[in-house]
């Protein structure tokens, strides 16, 4: 199973940008790379957990979700392992603890994941 580690989070002003990262280790070959991904999820207190974005293993797609479309760009750097979430315009509703996970897109999109992260906070202040 793959180990994940989020890293990143913090206080920001609204306007800011942080950059979030997740770093796998363990075995991450996946005999479909176009459709075994990694995303970020994200769920504010109260609320449902959020799917916001997703990119397979190959990165040959990404995918957000409209509420973060424009401001939030996810990227992977395949040598170290890692996903990262650059978050830019942040604003006060993006405050959250935002996970990392991984598996088939499908699930993903489910809010399923095979692995999951442990969280980070980002809170954003107005």
């Known amino acids: 199973q793959v180990h994940l580690v989020e890293s990143g989070g913090g206080l920001v002003q609204a306007g800011g940008s942080l950059r979030l990262s997740c770093a796998a280790s363990?075995?991450?070959?996946?005999?479909?790379?176009?459709?075994?991904?990694m995303g970020w999820f994200r769920q504010a207190l109260g609320k449902e957990r959020e799917f916001i974005a997703a990119?397979?293993?190959?990165?040959?797609?990404?995918y957000h979700a409209d509420s973060v479309e424009g401001r939030f760009t996810i990227s992977k750097d395949n040598a170290k392992n890692t996903v990262y979430l650059q978050m830019n315009e942040l604003k006060p509703e993006d405050t959250a603890v935002y996970y990392c996970?991984?598996?088939?897109?499908?699930?993903?999109?489910?809010?399923?994941?095979?692995?999951w992260g442990q969280g980070t906070q980002v809170t954003v202040s107005s």
């Open positions: 363990g075995p991450t070959f996946s005999s479909d790379p176009s459709n075994y991904a």
């Open positions: 996970g991984a598996g088939f897109y499908s699930a993903l999109r489910r809010n399923e994941a095979e692995s």
């Open positions: 990119i397979p293993w190959n990165g040959a797609w990404a």
